[in-house]
């Protein structure tokens, strides 16, 4: 007798994602998701949302949001992109992400309409709005109180902004993506402010001045109140602490002091103050107060952001960062600086063709004493020869060595990091250049 294998439904789903556009290809339009949202019933609008976009810190945002929130009793739905190692990553319930088994289950109720209205637009529903639809109906099937909802990219078009969020926080704005939302920040900012709609609390964080304006602008039109750090709230006091840092912020209703968290950075500092901004506009406490100190404290000091400037190996410390862009490969370089007393810094670097890459090689260059460059699994990754002849240029060749795949570029990076008299006294990994990058290192390093 012939047993059939068990059907692996997570695979199953993602080979019927697969053909929809990539999240890389896009066409500026919420038509499609919210038709798609309207056959569904529209489920985000079944409980209030707190919704984030910007350049860098979302997904850290998002989850000292979700944190805080789960800290006062509510049921969260959080919404991040991209996923590190699992599609399943990206909707969480409860602080957890989704089974692989109830994942399938939300698709497979959400699979008879896709068709549907596929038909009856030019252009099918993306990859990306069907995680999106995915992830609110999951929400609403729960029931979460509230949910935390990370941007894919920009903000007036991005599937997410289906939703009206209540609270609207923008992360910094540099550049970035400038193939689909524009070529200076004033014009980048513009469309992250697609977030603030009618009536919302916008919750900014510090901004380069076109940003700012940009924000202003889209807030007076919606006639949103606004929260600005450096203004109506913001970072007091940092100091470096065993494991993280410890912080005293100024939030909307008050002050919080001696609020430990456990990430490196003034980058993660500065999250912080925005993330406690959000929820304290959530809950109306610039009126009523601050919220409980206790509890924040609490929250922070759980806070864990996988892939961002995380330690995933000793003896030599090996760190995986999901920076890709120059803004964030300038922050991550500075907590490294900060946080870490290295002798001697090995990178290992696999980065997107269409990124700044000389950028952030310039960025590397005064910190890093070895650069390994490899690629990672993504068709966008930049080829290692043609990585490595700009690398070339900017650290000289006496500093750069190639690897074709990810594997040996770690166990190269090793290498170099343990040769020396630094090996003895302190040396350090630092993988970097890509979301996929960290992933694929971390699967590789710790598992999945």
Request: hydrophobic residues 50%; charged residues 20%; contains cysteine.
């Amino acid at each position: 007798m012939t047993v059939t294998p068990p059907v692996d439904e997570l695979a199953r789903v993602e080979a019927q994602l697969r053909p929809r556009w990539p999240e890389t290809r896009l066409e500026p339009s919420l038509t499609r998701i919210a038709a798609l949202m309207e056959v569904l019933g529209d489920p985000q609008r079944g409980y209030p949302v707190v919704q984030i976009t910007g350049t860098n810190g979302k997904t850290s945002t998002a989850r000292m949001i979700d944190e805080l929130l789960r800290g006062f009793g509510l049921r969260v739905g959080r919404f991040t992109s991209p996923h590190l190692a699992s599609i399943t990553e990206r909707i969480s319930v409860d602080g957890v992400q989704l089974p692989a088994s109830r994942f399938a289950e939300v698709y497979d109720d959400v699979a008879p309409y896709l068709g549907m209205v596929d038909a009856r637009q030019p252009i099918a529903l993306s990859y990306f709005e069907v995680l999106t639809a995915l992830g609110y109906v999951a929400f609403a099937d729960a029931p979460v109180d509230v949910a935390v909802v990370e941007v894919g990219m920009g903000g007036l078009w991005d599937s997410t902004s289906v939703a009206d969020a209540q609270v609207a926080v923008v992360t910094p704005i540099a550049l970035d993506h400038m193939h689909y939302l524009g070529d200076d920040v004033g014009s980048i900012a513009t469309e992250k402010a697609g977030i603030i709609k009618a009536g919302a609390i916008a919750v900014l964080a510090q901004q380069p001045a076109d940003a700012l304006d940009a924000l202003l602008r889209r807030s007076v039109q919606m006639d949103a109140t606004v929260a600005r750090e450096g203004m109506e709230f913001g970072l007091v006091e940092r100091r470096i602490a065993v494991g993280g840092q410890l912080l005293a912020v100024q939030g909307l209703g008050g002050s919080y002091d001696e609020v430990f968290l456990p990430l490196h950075g003034a980058h993660q500092a500065q999250n912080a103050a925005v993330a406690l901004a959000a929820v304290e506009a959530f809950f109306g406490a610039g009126a009523q107060g601050r919220i409980d100190v206790n509890t924040v404290r609490a929250a922070f000091a759980s806070v864990r952001t996988p892939g961002r400037l995380e330690a995933v190996r000793s003896a030599p410390t090996v760190l995986v960062d999901a920076a890709h862009n120059p803004a964030g490969v300038a922050a991550t370089v500075a907590a490294v600086q900060e946080a870490f007393d290295f002798r001697r810094l090995v990178a290992v670097m696999a980065c997107m063709a269409d990124k700044d890459v000389r950028r952030m090689l310039e960025i590397l260059e005064p910190v890093v004493d070895e650069l390994v460059v490899t690629a990672n699994s993504s068709p966008r990754s930049m080829a290692p020869d043609d990585l490595a002849a700009l690398a070339v240029e900017v650290l000289g060749p006496e500093r750069v060595t190639v690897e074709v795949r990810l594997d040996d570029a770690l166990d190269t990076a090793v290498r170099l990091a343990e040769e020396g008299a630094a090996a003895l006294s302190g040396s350090g990994i630092l993988v970097i250049g890509s979301v996929v990058t960290a992933g694929e290192a971390r699967v590789l390093l710790v598992g999945r």
